[in-house]
Antibody, heavy 120, light 108 residues
């Protein structure tokens, strides 16, 4: 069974750095073709794609957030870590990780999401 | 960067009726990389259509997708009460992913 689970702080202060972890189960980050995305959704708003990391370590980022994002993976723990710097209240959102469907480039499995609130 | 525009923003239909949701891209998109998701309140999105017209695992056949180029459609042939939620289209191009703004489906 494929599962993804996000973890991290629920509250961060403005200007702080957010670190979120996605723990994978049922598939391996070391398998060719595997990719893991991060997507966020502000309350009551639409989904926004943030970034992807591939099995080979290659990463791609949303142009609007590229300067603030870092993605890394720990294959031994089967985890992906997202770092977002200089957090602002507009970054308040539910953050999801999701698995890449290699052939059709869609999101075929999702984590439950974690709500991150940015407030002083 | 491709922009996906979904219409209508919301629709309210009775069980058994047909729902037609539109997704229009600002430039041509490969159908291979066009997908639809359903999201219910408090839940993560769920993949329902990929490759513009292929149903994901476990998705009932009342859901169908069609289209090409810049115009894509998600059709729910006979609405069931559990089909309420927000539906998003999504595309992939130039190593980037984009979502539409969503269509909210309300069951009367």
């Amino acid at each position: 069974q494929i599962t993804l689970k996000e973890s991290g702080p629920t509250l961060v202060k403005p200007t702080q750095t957010l670190t979120l972890t996605c723990t994978l189960s049922g598939f391996s980050l070391s398998t060719t073709g595997v990719g893991v995305h991060w997507v966020r959704q502000p309350p009551g708003k639409a989904l926004e794609w943030l970034a992807i990391i591939y099995w080979d370590g290659d990463t791609w980022f949303s142009p609007s957030l590229k300067s603030r994002l870092t993605l890394s993976k720990d294959t031994s723990k089967n985890q992906v870590v997202l770092i977002m710097t200089d957090m602002d209240p507009v970054d308040t959102a539910t953050y999801y990780c999701a698995r890449l469907h290699w052939i059709n480039k869609c999101f075929d499995s999702w984590g439950q999401g974690t709500l991150v609130t940015v407030s002083s | 960067e491709i922009v996906l525009t979904q219409s209508p923003g919301a629709l309210s239909l009775s069980p058994g009726e047909r729902a037609t949701l539109s997704c229009r891209a600002s430039q041509s998109v490969s159908g291979t990389y066009l997908a639809w998701y359903q999201q219910k309140p408090g839940q993560a999105p769920r993949l329902i259509i990929y490759g513009a017209s292929s149903r994901a695992t476990g998705i009932p056949d009342r859901f169908s997708g069609s289209g090409s180029g810049t115009d894509f459609t998600l059709t729910i042939s006979r609405l069931e009460p559990e089909d309420f939620g927000v539906y998003y289209c999504q595309e992939f191009g130039d190593s980037l992913w984009t979502f539409g703004q969503g269509t909210k489906v309300e069951i009367k």
